[in-house]
């Protein structure tokens, strides 16, 4: 079984920096993308960035410039560094692993975390 665990989050004044980590235990063979999205109360839920197994990358539009995503493979762990941040990206931060395939299983399946809370205020 895999589980994700999330860190990183917390309040911030806008123009800040925050470093969300998302790391998944379990005995995994593959994964074939990893992203984070966020919802805030009466907002839809936003895809932020993905990276897939090939290291390409997207955002949003709303944090392209800002936002970078990278992984380490060797850690099975996920980032998303957040520069410039702006009220606007308060919002519960979820991580997801997608196409994740454990060692000696023909099956894939999408793991997600528990959520970090990123606050930008003054």
């Known amino acids: 079984q895999v589980q994700l665990v999330e860190s990183g989050g917390g309040l911030v004044q806008p123009g800040g920096s925050l470093r969300l980590s998302c790391a998944a235990s379990g005995s995994i063979f593959s994964i074939n993308a990893m992203g984070w999205d966020r919802q805030a109360p009466g907002k839809q839920r936003e895809l932020v960035a993905t990276?897939?197994?090939?290291?390409?990358?997207n955002y949003a539009v709303s944090v392209k410039g800002r936002f970078t995503i990278s992984r380490d493979n060797a850690k099975n762990t996920v980032y998303l560094q957040m520069n410039s941040l702006k009220p606007e990206d308060t919002a519960v931060y979820y991580c997801?692993?997608?196409?994740?395939?454990?060692?000696?299983?023909?099956?894939?399946?999408?793991?997600w975390g528990q959520g970090t809370q990123v606050t930008v205020s003054s």
């Open positions: 990276i897939t197994s090939d290291g390409s990358t």
């Open positions: 997801h692993f997608w196409g994740v395939r454990l060692e000696g299983s023909s099956y894939s399946n999408h793991y």
